[in-house]
């Protein structure tokens, strides 16, 4: 029955048949028994995956479903949407990884089975391994907030409070998730915590307690022992249309005593109904309104036992994760077994990195990623740590690129209940740090208030209005000045430096406008007077969206006492920018960075490295403006000595004009129209003259990736893809690679230079038979104008070309050597000019530069 609810699109079919979505159509009207469609749209139907399944292999056009591909669609076609799916696989993929054979004793019966024996199973593995809210109402499973599971004699009087500030070890903070302990000495010990503590408000002996039919699964009775999972949640936090949960008048609500001030004062907190609308562009995480540039997402599906509330302005937040319950779980108990045998093959969190990454590539609007190179170097930035916090975390891109550390702990806390429980999962399959992740709006309700952690790393949503400027004037975090409505992003570093322990290190991605805008100067200023900025690094454009703007960093280090002449880094690295879509040099963006903080972090001061990086005194930048951008502190390298260097670039250019004269082509003699007999690409292929691949998956090692435009510009392999669990497609010398945008005619021979690269996206490789088919004969033919004319397609804003519709003539390998030889000195003859464009343009520039500065005398 939950097979029959997996649902695959037309474009799924196709993929786990490995043929194109024409075929899938022409099934459709050839065979009168092709499965109908049960749901969709008429335009694109969706089909039930078991009959899809059973129809293929009928047909013998599928001898089995390739489990990945299984798995997948199974979890793109969940009945309650993939982001739910995908936090019922982490959860049971967690499980997996910590006690197997725990799954392999429930996966052992029937589904219902299965579903019956999950959540006290779960809630075995997530209570030590993800942490809860810390501070407000929330911490303990079942123990949330205002009256939740509060009632007189709920679950009994026994525990006296064990959990209760226990487990951060720091006074008047809440215990971790699953615990009993709530907020402090003011709450009552005995408040859900029963002498079952494991469980709390869970198991036969308070089967009564908060279950009744008003507010079903709320702190669910003994069938599933997840505490505040049910799918119902209206009863939680109950109003005057739940009366009948936590009625009892003499504990009237946890966390409510007078005597604890509330964070962030102010009588507005927590009133605001507008969540995160930002006007421009985010952190790892999603955004909360549909106007947000790059399209954050706008849609929260609440997971499992998160109330509805959890994600509006200034509620309390509440744990990242709560166990499903066994009805929850039903529907996913085929996507749960084919998870776990994929898990058998690759591992759990390699699975789970999969079915995250397959998901993430098939919404690429919906999230603003943090790439994974820039994670790293600010995770280096930051330094070693034991407590780490991301406040905006995303999917956890941040935190998972901290160096693993004994007795590590990783808080993290997103508005998005779906990011942050997929955050929280995540963290936890890679490393085995304990995890604190909860939900909540961080600015207006802040879910570690008392946290004092050894590094802050945070991508934060840029240029937000409603960030909570009216509800938090006297918050105590603006110790460095008040943010004006137009500063979120310096509200955020505020955040972090509050967040942080004396001597604690901060990294921030900023825009480059936060640096230099005057409604933040005061702030700015403090910032430098104090010692906390300790370092602004533009990064090159592309680094990460928006990739058309260079973003900054800033390193921020809560100072512990005033430096008596404080300095700061300066670093900008646009000259490492990739181009087009290649994105950066991100090894040497790595290098220069990490080697100019380390010296400055050392001596406190670092001697200039020209149009690269400068210590700064404080003084100097303690103008109107206050303008911290690095390209206007650092003067530009140096025309490097001037007329001797702009002399060698002109001998090199007369020797590459040379060598373009000596290659260029000899006349070409008139000769009438040939009449060969032709062929396709494609019936090339399939005959098995030559193999034909489709680039852009990264692969499990980091190799050098050809890009569309290092094929359309003959330069050496400049990109990146993210690391997948998907094979590369790696290069060799011989293959000819064809970029299929553009609408340009071009083909490339891989050489030895070149080969071993990652293919990268829209992009064919075609690997020829040598004894059948000559590599430059066939590039050369692919080239032809008239050819890609008639294999393109138009779309309304680009063209796309067919490779498998390319011509070729059928000739004998004699004649096609003969071809080749000449289309390989066109080729040599290109690469030249090429070259000589590009001194020329370094000529003409460096003369420019040089004469404006003075360093190029004008006679």
């Known amino acids: 029955m939950q097979d029959n609810a997996t649902e695959v699109t037309a474009a799924g079919i196709a993929r786990l048949a490995g043929v194109g979505r024409a075929a899938v159509s022409n099934w459709r009207r050839r065979h009168a028994d092709f499965p109908k469609p049960v749901g969709g749209t008429e335009t694109s139907p969706s089909f039930a995956l078991a009959e899809v399944e059973a129809w293929l292999r009928k047909q013998g056009k599928l001898a089995e479903v390739p489990l990945r591909e299984r798995v997948w669609q199974q979890l793109a076609g969940h009945p309650e949407g993939p982001l739910t799916a995908l936090v019922h696989t982490g959860c049971v993929l967690l499980l997996i990884h910590e006690r197997p054979t725990v799954w392999l004793d429930a996966s052992a019966g029937s589904d219902a089975r299965l579903a019956a024996m999950l959540p006290g199973a779960l809630e075995k593995v997530l209570t030590p391994r993800v942490g809860g809210v810390r501070g407000r ?6 123990g949330a907030r205002a009256g939740v599971g509060a009632g007189a004699g709920a679950g009994g009087a026994a525990g006296a409070g064990g959990g209760v500030n226990a487990a951060y070890g720091r006074p008047a903070v809440s215990g971790a998730f699953g615990q009993a302990g709530v907020n402090g000495p003011s709450n009552p010990p005995a408040v859900n915590t029963g002498s079952a503590s494991p469980g709390v408000n869970s198991g036969p002996e308070t089967s009564g307690v908060n279950s009744g039919s008003v507010a079903s699964s709320v702190n669910s009775g003994a069938a599933s022992p997840g505490v505040k ?128 990454g397959r998901h993430l590539d098939a919404n690429p609007r919906q999230y603003t990623l943090t790439p994974a190179e820039l994670a790293g170097l600010m995770a280096d930035l930051a330094g070693p740590a034991r407590t780490v916090l991301d406040p905006a975390c995303g999917t956890g891109a941040l935190l998972r690129a901290v160096d693993p550390r004994p007795g590590q702990e990783l808080y993290a806390q997103d508005n998005a209940p779906e990011l942050a429980a997929l955050s929280a999962l995540r963290l ?45 004037a006297y918050d105590p975090r603006w110790e460095y000045g008040f943010p004006a409505r137009t500063e979120s992003e310096l509200a955020w570093v505020q955040h972090a430096l509050a967040r942080l322990t004396d001597g604690g290190t901060a990294v921030l991605l900023m825009p480059p406008a936060a640096a230099s805008r005057r409604s933040g100067r005061r702030i700015r200023a403090d910032l430098l007077r104090r010692g906390a900025l300790r370092a602004v690094v533009a990064l090159p454009v592309g680094a990460a969206p928006p990739y058309n703007i260079p973003l900054h960093l800033w390193v ?111 006349p070409a003699d008139p000769a009438p129209p040939a009449r060969w007999p032709l062929t ?44 997948s669990e998907e094979e590369a497609v790696l290069t060799e010398p011989g293959d000819v690679v064809v970029p299929v945008l553009g609408g340009g005619a071009m083909a490339r021979v891989i050489d030895g230079a070149t080969g071993g690269a990652a293919l990268g996206r829209n992009l064919v490789l075609l690997r020829p038979d040598r004894t059948a088919l000559d590599p430059w004969f066939l590039a050369g033919f692919l080239r032809g104008t008239a050819n890609n004319r008639q294999a393109s397609s138009y779309a309304s804003t680009a063209t796309r070309l067919d490779v498998r519709r390319l011509h070729l003539p059928r000739l004998p390998l004699e004649e096609q050597l003969r071809y080749g030889a000449r289309f390989r000195a066109l080729d040599e003859f290109e690469r030249a000019l090429r070259h000589a464009s590009r001194l020329g343009e370094q000529l003409v520039r460096g003369m420019y530069d040089g004469l404006t500065d003075g360093t190029v005398a004008p006679d």
């Open 680 to 723: 396709t690409v494609g019936e090339l292929a399939r005959g098995g003259a030559l193999v034909m691949r489709t680039g852009g998956n990264g692969g499990h090692a980091r190799v050098p990736v050809l890009t569309d435009h290092d094929v359309l510009a003959g330069t050496a392999p400049s990109g990146t893809l993210p690391e």
């Open 229 to 356: 999972s049910g799918s119902v949640a209206p009863g939680v936090n109950s109003s005057a249309a739940v009366p009948g949960v936590n009625p009892d008048p003499t504990v009237p609500a946890v966390n409510s005593s007078p005597t604890a001030p509330t964070v962030n004062t102010p009588p507005t907190v927590h009133n605001d109904p507008a969540v995160h609308n930002p006007a421009s562009v985010g952190g790892d995480s999603a955004a909360h309104n549909a106007s947000t540039v790059h399209s954050r997402l706008t849609v929260h599906s609440t997971p499992p036992g998160t109330s509805a509330t959890a994600i509006t302005a200034g509620s309390p937040p509440s744990p990242a994760l709560t166990p499903p319950t066994g009805p929850q779980l039903l529907p996913s108990a085929p996507l749960l077994r084919g998870a776990a045998e994929l898990a058998a093959e690759i591992g759990a969190r390699q699975t789970f990195e999969f079915l995250l």
């Open 556 to 666: 921020l280090r809560r100072p512990d006492r005033t430096p008596a002449a404080p300095e700061v880094l300066l670093v900008d690295t646009g000259r490492f920018a990739g181009e087009a879509r290649g994105g950066p040099d991100w090894e040497a963006v790595r290098e220069a960075v990490l080697d100019a903080w380390r010296a400055f972090a050392r001596e406190g001061r670092l001697t200039e490295r020209p149009g690269l990086a400068r210590s700064v005194p404080v003084i100097e930048l303690l103008d109107d403006d206050v303008d911290l951008a690095p390209a206007r502190h650092l003067p530009p390298a140096a025309v490097a000595d001037g007329a001797e260097q702009l002399a060698q670039v002109r001998e090199r250019l007369g020797e590459t004009l040379r060598l373009t004269a000596d290659l260029t082509p000899p």
């Open 137 to 142: 109402g929330g911490a303990g499973v079942g």
């Open 428 to 472: 936890a399959l890679h490393s085995r740090a304990t995890v604190r992740a909860a939900v909540g709006d961080t600015l207006r309700a802040d879910a570690h208030p008392g946290l004092l952690a050894d590094a802050v790393l945070c991508h934060p949503p840029f240029n937000e209005r409603n960030w909570g400027h009216d509800e938090l």
